[in-house]
T-cell receptor
Framework: DTAVSQTPKYLVTQMGNDKSIKCEQN?????MYWYKQDSKKFLKIMFS???????INETVPNRFSPKSPDKAHLNLHINSLELGDSAVYFC?????????????FGSGTRLTVV | AQKITQTQPGMFVQEKEAVTLDCTYD???????LFWYKQPSSGEMIFLIY??????QNATEGRYSLNFQKARKSANLVISASQLGDSAMYFC????????????FGAGTTVTVRA
């Protein structure tokens, strides 16, 4: 059983399109995250939800909108895709409280905007 | 300000030798956790090892050990007896005990193991 699953694994789309990435976790964690890994492999947090409540919203264009229907799901919708949005997007989950809890990551979604 | 610094962009190591990956961190929080993740070419993020700020002993997990020097704010990863499968990117990360508890990553170090 996959702990954190995200779909699709690959996404190729044209500029200007709208796309969504879905994420689900079965670990019983209360917090989920979206990270962006750029072409230089740097990982930067975008959003975090705790029990369906947005708790982290880094400086991200408002074309990116996360949605958490319940604490096991966190989706990422991107409007009007731009070339610079091409990256690998990782979903992760954890327990919010407690420094000893690391994140469990999904396998990533490689988004290519052409 | 960058909270996690990994100064080695890439390293080569001979198979069966040990390699040390450097990581320094910056925090004023007395309570924090330090993590190392491995990202092979297949792309997934694999958790390797954890060290808590109050832990008295250095963490070890199989061939991985963490050289934790609190006063220097360093948390170096040591991989012993390197294997070809250790070739990957390695990320150091920190989670502070206050605020939003987010995991902040360093820029990563690419390790290539030579036969």
């Amino acid at each position: 059983d996959t702990a954190v699953s995200q779909t699709p694994k690959y996404l190729v789309t044209q500029m200007g399109n709208d796309k969504s990435i879905k994420c689900e976790q079965n670990l019983g964690h209360d917090t989920m995250y979206w990270y962006k890994q750029d072409s230089k492999k740097f990982l930067k947090i975008m959003f975090s939800y705790n029990n369906k409540e947005l708790i982290i919203n880094e400086t991200v264009p408002n074309r990116f909108s996360p949605k958490s229907p319940d604490k096991a799901h966190l989706n990422l919708h991107i409007n009007s895709l731009e070339l610079g949005d091409s990256a690998v997007y990782f979903c992760a989950s954890s327990k919010k409280e407690g420094i000893g809890y690391g994140y469990t990551f999904g396998s990533g979604t490689r988004l290519t905007v052409v | 300000a960058q909270k996690i610094t990994q100064t080695q962009p890439g390293m080569f190591v001979q198979e069966k030798e040990a390699v040390t990956l450097d990581c320094t961190y910056d925090t004023s929080d007395p309570s924090y956790g330090l993590f190392w993740y491995k990202q092979p070419s297949s792309g997934e993020m694999i958790f390797l090892i954890y060290q808590g700020s109050y832990d008295q002993q250095n963490a070890t997990e199989g061939r991985y050990s963490l050289n934790f020097q609190k006063a220097r704010k360093s948390a170096n990863l040591v991989i012993s007896a390197s294997q070809l499968g250790d070739s990957a990117m390695y990320f150091c990360a920190m989670r502070e005990g206050r605020g939003d508890y987010k995991l902040s990553f360093g820029a990563g170090t690419t390790v290539t193991v030579r036969a």
